[in-house]
Nanobody
Framework: QVQLVESGGGLVQAGGSLKLSCAAS????????MGWYRQAPGKQRELVAT???????SYADSVKDRFTISRDNAKNTVYLQMNSLKPEDTAVYYC??????????????WGQGTQVTVSS
């Protein structure tokens, strides 16, 4: 069993910054890709950013040059530094991880979600 615990969401004014964290714990042999998704009211969940175990990153065009994803493999934690926030970044943010258990099976896990609200 694996648990993902997210933190760091909140209310911020446009132009401000927030940093999200997501820590994985439990029966983990290794973690492959870690990422962040978001879902705004009335919209589909969308990919924000991903980071591989080796540190390669990718971003949605809408957040490039404003958001930075990183991970600490020793702590099984992924971060999302969000700068220059805009009202359109308002959403529930979910972390997503691909975890291999000790039997070699690959599982996908989601965090519980953390609300980010950007006021204009």
């Amino acid at each position: 069993q694996v648990q993902l615990v997210e933190s760091g969401g909140g209310l911020v004014q446009a132009g401000g910054s927030l940093k999200l964290s997501c820590a994985a714990s439990g029966s983990i042999f290794s973690i492959n890709v870690m990422g962040w998704y978001r879902q705004a009211p009335g919209k589909q969940r969308e990919l924000v950013a991903t980071v591989t175990r080796g540190g390669s990153t990718s971003y949605a065009d809408s957040v490039k040059d404003r958001f930075t994803i990183s991970r600490d493999n020793a702590k099984n934690t992924v971060y999302l530094q969000m700068n220059s926030l805009k009202p359109e970044d308002t959403a529930v943010y979910y972390c997503n991880t691909q975890i291999r258990d000790y039997r070699g099976k690959l599982w996908t896990y989601w965090g519980q979600g953390t609300q980010v609200t950007v006021s204009s």
